[in-house]
């Protein structure tokens, strides 16, 4: 599906929220890969003390295989992530990826953004909320069946 969302679609959605929430969204996710990191780190410290202190102390063994269990749940998310990240991406359009990259990874400001892929103001906001909501729905981050949408997929019409 490398096509935008029409005008009459994206009207459903509040640009602010969801910019606001897949914000929050990149967040949350690169928060998680520095956790992980940093249990990363810290089981390999356990790991070396635990090697000296095996025989004294089976707490550590304890201590050790609780940061794995929760180290795996983080690497987990951030597997499931990547994976849904990986095939938004071969369905955005080559300006949605530009959008993504210098909007969402970036942060740039939208002039430099509308500059850079040379769109007006009024095609350059349809393809950034277009991008926007297909972030929001595939991470479910808004409800996916607005009433115009169900309107559109409705069997009884």
């Given at each position: 599906?490398r096509?935008?969302?029409?005008k009459?679609?994206?009207d459903?959605?509040?640009?602010?929220?969801?910019?606001?929430?897949v914000?929050?969204?990149?967040d949350?996710?690169?928060?998680?890969?520095?956790?992980?990191?940093e249990?990363?780190?810290?089981?390999q410290?356990?790991?070396?003390?635990?090697?000296?202190?095996y025989?004294?102390?089976?707490?550590?063994?304890?201590?050790t295989?609780?940061?794995?269990?929760?180290?795996?749940k983080?690497?987990?998310?951030?597997?499931?992530?990547d994976r849904?990240?990986?095939h938004?991406?071969t369905n955005?359009?080559?300006?949605?990826?530009?959008?993504?990259?210098?909007?969402?990874?970036a942060?740039?400001?939208?002039k430099?953004?509308?500059d850079?892929?040379?769109?007006?103001?009024k095609?350059?906001?349809?393809?950034?909320?277009?991008c926007?909501?297909?972030f929001?729905l595939r991470?479910s981050?808004?409800?996916?069946?607005?009433?115009?949408?169900?309107?559109?997929?409705?069997?009884?019409?």
């Amino acid at each position: 599906m490398r096509v935008e969302f029409r005008k009459k679609y994206l009207d459903e959605y509040d640009l602010k929220s969801i910019v606001r929430a897949v914000y929050n969204l990149f967040d949350d996710y690169y928060y998680k890969k520095a956790v992980a990191q940093e249990y990363l780190e810290s089981l390999q410290q356990h790991r070396l003390s635990d090697d000296r202190e095996y025989s004294k102390n089976h707490k550590k063994v304890d201590s050790t295989y609780k940061i794995v269990e929760k180290r795996e749940k983080v690497v987990n998310y951030l597997k499931e992530f990547d994976r849904k990240l990986e095939h938004l991406l071969t369905n955005l359009t080559d300006d949605e990826i530009k959008i993504y990259k210098y909007s969402i990874l970036a942060r740039e400001q939208d002039k430099q953004i509308r500059d850079r892929i040379c769109k007006t103001d009024k095609t350059y906001y349809l393809i950034k909320k277009s991008c926007y909501v297909k972030f929001a729905l595939r991470f479910s981050l808004v409800d996916g069946f607005t009433k115009e949408v169900f309107a559109t997929i409705s069997l009884f019409d």
